[in-house]
């Protein structure tokens, strides 16, 4: 996803100078085809490398945490497993089961969340998911709850 994102953007960025290229005459005219089929050939590259998401469902005992101390102890740096911001919405998981950068939709938490966090307690079937406030995090607690996980096809 992040590759095909930053495909895209590149191609509209480089599409962008291409065309203020020609308007300020800078770029030959005749140079336009050879440069957009470049440019197309770019984005078919970026799409055939981003690879298939493919999804499966698991029953989970999920857990509501949130960045504090009480939480996370020592780790509570602010900041994930993987570095995001903590204070965000994200979910810890057991690495060797559900891989981090998966997409996890979890009922009453949300879709598409991204698989950003580990921790030593979170094995198995086991997932926590972040809230940035401890008192929702409490109110949310423990729920086990069947969700979906969709992982990146590794080519
Ligand atoms: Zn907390």
Known sequence: MVCLTYGWLFGITIMGIIHMGLQAGTIPASCK????????????????????????????TATAYCPCPICCGSNSDGKTATMTDASKPGVAVDRS?????????????????????????????????????HQKAKEWGVKRLKIRIWT???K
């Open 33 to 60: 085809g050879v440069l957009m089929k470049a440019l197309c050939l770019l984005l078919l590259c970026s799409v055939a490398s981003a690879g298939e998401w493919k999804q499966e469902y698991r029953i989970v």
């Open 97 to 133: 089961v559900i891989p981090l950068g998966s997409k996890l939709d979890i009922p009453g938490y949300g879709n598409w969340q991204s698989a950003d966090d580990t921790g030593s307690a979170i094995k198995g079937d086991k997932i926590d998911v972040r809230f940035a406030d």
């Open 152 to 154: 990146k096809e590794k």
